[in-house]
């Protein structure tokens, strides 16, 4: 069982700067790769981003290339979403996943429901 537990939203202003973390229980943590989804106001949840077991490959959604940055640190179970040149679009409750297949793009888009465990989520609110 891995219990996620996310962190460190908050409310920003457009071109700010925010890092969210997942804390996950569990030894096996480093066993997982590690995902972040985000679902805005009335629309479906989606992925952001994917990090490997090893966190030698990582993976974005082409809307958040360039400004978000997945890492992880086995070490402290912890995952991390650096989020950088925030915009109002980027306005959603952010969730962390975990899955012991790697969560690539096609994997967070097709196959969320297959997600072995998640978060409750952290909001993250851009204002323009």
């Known amino acids: 069982q891995v219990q996620l537990v996310e962190s460190g939203g908050g409310l920003v202003q457009a071109g700010d700067s925010l890092r969210l973390s997942c804390a996950a229980s569990?030894?096996?943590?480093?066993?997982?790769?590690m995902g972040w989804f985000r679902q805005a106001p009335g629309k479906e949840r989606e992925f952001v981003a994917g990090?490997?077991?090893?966190?030698?490959?990582?993976y974005y959604a082409d809307s958040v290339k360039g400004r978000f940055t997945i890492s992880r640190d086995n070490a402290k179970n912890t995952v991390y979403l650096q989020m950088n040149s925030l915009k109002p679009e980027d306005t959603a409750v952010y969730y962390c996943?975990?899955?012991?297949?790697?969560?690539?793009?096609?994997?967070?888009?097709?196959?969320?429901?297959?997600?072995?465990?998640w978060g409750k989520g952290t909001l993250v609110t851009v204002s323009s």
């Open positions: 996943a975990a899955d012991r297949n790697l969560i690539t793009v096609q994997a967070g888009t097709k196959n969320q429901k297959a997600m072995d465990y």
């Open positions: 569990g030894r096996t943590f480093s066993s997982y790769s």
């Open positions: 990090i490997s077991w090893s966190a030698k490959s990582t």
